[in-house]
């Protein structure tokens, strides 16, 4: 009699993941957990990871996949080659959880653990938070900008966006152009923020980079001073130039001025002197 209740109600599963997101930092490796309960072997059932919603994919995208007894890469997504893995020890247990290596700024999403037997499946899934600390702001001389003093603050490596602000020597923020915005092939942030200076009594100017990361916040700071002699060095530029190119221009327009003045006044001269000789 058990036998025959065993075969018409086969044994049922579910599939556990964490209740919280899971937040790895950039290079580093991270462990997905997902588990069987009751804690029955998955050594022979189809173990598959996906992502969820990728912003480069319509659809759902392979992570890794276990089945008859063996990992499958046939199909798995580039970006997770030889960066995945399963305990194999540990899914007699039931534990089908995850050990992605090299983290990088693309792994940052919603995954699925969907474990699938003859008679049965479930899933479960995880969010993952990345975070990654990038480099400190450059700052750089653009030259000559619209009367003014062109700097360039640039960082990188970041996950997620930072933003940028530039300030003066009392913190007040400069007016700049738009945020530009770019990601590198591991998916990390690159920042970029423009502005224009004029001189001051200190010349003294920050590029302040804030990162916020869940409850915490990231700020750097990156102080740079222009030497006076640099900023008149540009301005003079300009002065001397309109200096020298206005009295050249009057100076032009008097000439030919003058030349054509002469022109005509020796036109007419001949003129005069021809009708005299028609007349004698």
Same mark, same amino acid.
């Given at each position: ?22 937040? %790895? ?15 029955? *072997? %998955? ?35 580039? *970006? ?59 700052? *750089? ?27 003066? *020597? ?5 007016? %700049? ?104």
């Amino acid at each position: 009699m058990c036998m025959v209740v065993l075969f018409f109600f086969p044994e049922k599963f579910e599939v556990l993941g964490p209740t919280r997101a899971i937040v %790895a930092v950039a290079g580093d490796y991270i462990i997905l957990p997902c588990y069987i309960k009751p804690n029955i *072997s %998955a050594e022979d059932m189809r173990v598959d990871w996906f992502r969820v919603n990728h912003p480069d994919h319509q659809s759902n995208i392979r992570v890794h996949l276990y089945q008859y007894g063996r990992d499958k890469y046939h199909d798995q997504i580039r *970006s997770y080659e030889g960066r995945t893995s399963l305990f194999k020890e540990e899914l007699k247990k039931g534990n089908t959880s995850l050990k992605l290596t090299r983290v990088q700024g693309t792994d940052n999403g919603l995954y699925k653990c969907l474990i699938q037997s003859k008679t049965h499946y479930d899933d479960a899934t995880i969010q993952v938070h990345i975070r990654a600390i990038g480099s400190k702001p450059e700052v *750089s001389i653009e030259g000559q900008k619209e009367g003014g003093m062109g700097l360039l603050c640039v960082s990188k490596g970041w996950f997620p966006e930072p933003e940028l602000e530039w300030l003066d *020597s009392e913190g007040v923020t400069l007016s %700049a152009g738009p945020s530009e915005t770019d990601r590198d092939y591991k998916g990390f942030y690159i920042v970029k923020l423009k502005t224009i200076v004029k001189e001051t009594d200190t010349n003294h100017f920050t590029c302040r980079l804030r990162q916020r990361q869940l409850s915490e916040q990231i700020k750097m700071e990156t102080e740079f001073h222009i030497p006076s002699e640099l900023i008149l060095v540009h301005t003079d530029t300009w002065r001397v130039a309109f200096a020298v190119i206005v009295p050249l221009i009057i100076v032009l327009v008097v000439i030919l001025a003058f030349t054509i003045w002469r022109w005509n006044r020796l036109c007419n001269d001949y003129g005069n002197r021809k009708l005299i000789k028609e007349f004698i």
